[in-house]
């Protein structure tokens, strides 16, 4: 299966991405290629698991996408067409938000929760000053905290919620898509549950799509329709999620399956948490 989709509205696309580093060791200069010769797309309304292991560039690949990062070869095309110019990379890094790995650290600790989600309206130009506390408030509550959060500070939060804040920080610019990249790595499997829950509904409520990036199979099988699986650098496998992990072609897939020692019953257990 090809994963380059036909044109057409909203489709977040990111095709033949190769990205090489210049590393400097013991005095050499040395490429390393993270990205080799990578597609993928997201249609609206899809959730798009990608998984590997640590190190096999499903970071940069992402970072590609939002353009933080620029690809050796390879183009990011919108809605059909390339992501050029200036312009056309400030209209996606509204449509596209971007959901970092690392509750604890991705808030500023010094900046109180109300004024980290109005942050992005401001930078964005998006609604006059005297909305914003009304529009924090009611981000807060889509995302499952009480609007009093706004006045807290980071350190006051638990991980999980910090997670849910900076779901609600990405969504203040109401984007269309999603990447999240290892959000619930770092929480406990049962507070992974509800901000999983949370992100289903948000999908339904807001109409998003999602890249969803972990090494967790138990997390992509519960929330992704697709999946692609990337080994050193390359996709060796995708497909739709259950006919992936019900029937694996690529060894590295089942290697990664077999590290699960019972992952039929670990999810039904998320999902009962859930
Ligand atoms: N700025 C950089 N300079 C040099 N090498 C880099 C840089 N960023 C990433 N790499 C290398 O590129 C490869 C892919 O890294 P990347 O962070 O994309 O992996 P990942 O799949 O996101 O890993 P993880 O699951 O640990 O987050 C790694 O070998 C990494 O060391
Ligand atoms: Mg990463």
Known sequence: MNAAVSTSAGVLE???????????????TREVRAVNDVSVAVAPGEIVGLVG????GKTTLSRIMIGIEQPTQGEVRYGGKPVADRADWAALRRSVQYVFQDPFTALCPTMRIGKALAEPLAIHGLCAPSERDGKVARMLEMVG????????????????????????????????ILICDEIVSGLDVSVQ???LQLLLDLKQRLDLSLIFI???LRVIRYLCDRVLVMYLGEIVEQGETASVFDNPRHDYTRTLLAAIPDHSRALAAM???A
């Open 14 to 28: 990111a095709r033949n991405i190769v990205k090489t580093f210049s590393v400097r060791r013991e005095g050499r």
């Open 53 to 56: 292991e640590s190190g096999c």
């Open 145 to 176: 905290l009480h609007p009093d959060v706004a006045r807290r500070m980071p350190n006051q939060l638990s991980g999980g919620q910090r997670q849910r804040v900076n779901l609600a920080r990405a969504l203040m610019v109401e984007p269309k």
């Open 193 to 195: 549950a509800q901000v």
């Open 214 to 216: 972990s090494h967790d």
């Open 271 to 273: 999902a009962d948490n």
